[in-house]
């Protein structure tokens, strides 16, 4: 079983910055994408910030040029860093990631971490 460890969140004024890790244990054969998604209540989770095992990047149009998603392979590791944030980047941040363990395929999903933005 892959298991995903997210930190990092917090409350934090707007135009600050925070950094999100989220660690992946497990017997993982390979990640092939990580990313991270966030969700408010009463909408649907939606995408924040994904990078493959390229380091190919995508982000949601929200966050481009203020958040940076990167990822160290070694440690099956992704972060978030969120710079100039505002107050509708308040949500749930979940880690993702997608990959190949013993015997299956796998899409695990972090716990969540708050990030809140105040005005």
């Known amino acids: 079983q892959v298991q995903l460890v997210e930190s990092g969140g917090g409350l934090v004024q707007a135009g600050g910055s925070l950094r999100l890790s989220c660690a992946a244990s497990g017997i993982i054969l390979k990640i092939n994408s990580m990313g991270w998604y966030r969700q408010t209540p009463g909408k649907q989770r939606e995408l924040v910030a994904v990078i493959t095992s390229g380091e190919i990047t995508n982000y949601a149009d929200s966050v481009k040029d203020r958040f940076t998603i990167s990822r160290d392979n070694a440690k099956n590791t992704v972060y978030l860093q969120m710079n100039n944030l505002k107050p509708e980047d308040t949500a749930v941040y979940f880690c993702?990631?997608?990959?190949?363990?013993?015997?299956?395929?796998?899409?695990?999903w972090g716990q969540g971490t708050q990030v809140t933005v105040s005005s």
């Open positions: 993702n990631a997608h990959g190949v363990r013993i015997g299956a395929i796998f899409n695990a």
